[in-house]
């Protein structure tokens, strides 16, 4: 428990940092990675918070070690308070009010998968069949990477409402989706091996180091490019939602952890997701355009 709030304090840490240091650079594309990764690495602020990303991804694999997937997502998206707050505080960003519903119902939905959990008949998993992991990653690695290029087309037409980014948040999701499911899939092997050598070698035959290369690359680039042009309270919380729902649902199932056998248990976990799912499709996804001066009145003389 105090491993997964202290991701959730170094995941907001680390995404208004990097906020605040992208504000300050050139605009970033996709479409030109290098220079991205050369002006990102010139900022210290966005390394302070690239750092405080990875501290916040250290203690996620604590996490999947000592808790049911379901239950660490649940937590981990408690995070979304301290994230709309600092972002808030420090960025100036500002929520408009179908937004905090929004959230706040994301909120409730996550609440109910987390009431869904029963300590004394919850598992955690150690490990998932390969086939059955790449099954569920390449697709959702593929679908990730299609949906970010299609925004990014419809955000280059002209005349276009400035975007959300609901759209980049789904698709960077995806991608961290599978990064959550390649890091449950590594602490499975430090928990079992019986020397750090040994699950050093079990990890590198697996699947998992090069899902999580893959993310990381690919997340990086996509991720500070969205991050640059939209809202950290808006990108960054649905996100997280499809990340967690990602893996718990995928998790849950891949790695063999029972679901709920009590009825009430099953409704409420089956509802939350539910619920988070229809609050994404809804959300506006778009800000409306910035409203134009009143021209000035001319003075006539009398």
């Known amino acids: 428990m105090a491993a997964a709030l202290l991701a959730n304090v170094l995941y907001s840490s680390g995404f208004v940092l990097e906020k605040r240091a992208l504000a300050a650079l050139p605009e970033v594309t996709v479409r030109r990675p290098g220079r991205l990764l050369r002006l990102v690495l010139g900022s210290p602020l966005w390394i302070g918070g690239s750092l405080a990303l990875a501290a916040g991804f250290a203690a996620q694999l604590v996490v999947y070690r000592t808790l049911p997937i379901a239950a660490a997502q649940g937590i981990f998206v408690s995070g979304l308070v301290l994230l709309v707050l600092l972002s808030a505080r420090l960025l100036g960003e500002e929520t408009s009010g179908r937004e905090r519903y929004a959230l706040a119902a994301i909120l409730a939905a996550l609440l109910m998968v987390v009431l869904s959990l029963d300590e004394g008949t ?105 991050l640059q042009r939209c809202r950290a309270s808006l990108i960054v919380p649905v996100c997280t939602t499809v990340t967690c729902l990602y893996t718990a649902v995928l998790g849950t199932l891949s790695f063999g952890e029972a679901l709920p056998d009590h009825p009430l248990r099953m409704a409420l976990r089956l509802a939350g997701t539910a619920l988070a799912v229809g609050v994404l499709l809804t959300m506006p996804k778009h800000d409306s355009a910035p409203r134009q001066p009143a021209p000035a009145k001319e003075l006539t003389p009398p």
């Open 122 to 226: 919850e598992t955690v998993g150690r490990a998932a069949p390969y086939p059955l992991v790449l099954l569920l990653c390449v697709p959702s690695l593929a679908s990730g990477v299609w949906l970010y290029r299609a925004a990014e087309r419809r955000a280059l037409r002209r005349h276009r409402l400035p975007t959300t980014g609901v759209e980049y948040g789904v698709a960077v999701g995806l991608l961290y989706g599978v990064s959550s499911l390649a890091i449950k899939g590594v602490s499975g092997y430090w928990t079992s091996a019986a020397s750090a050598g040994g699950a050093l070698l079990d990890v590198l035959r697996s699947p998992y180091p090069y899902l999580l290369l893959f993310t990381g690359a690919f997340g990086l680039v996509m991720s500070q490019a969205a």
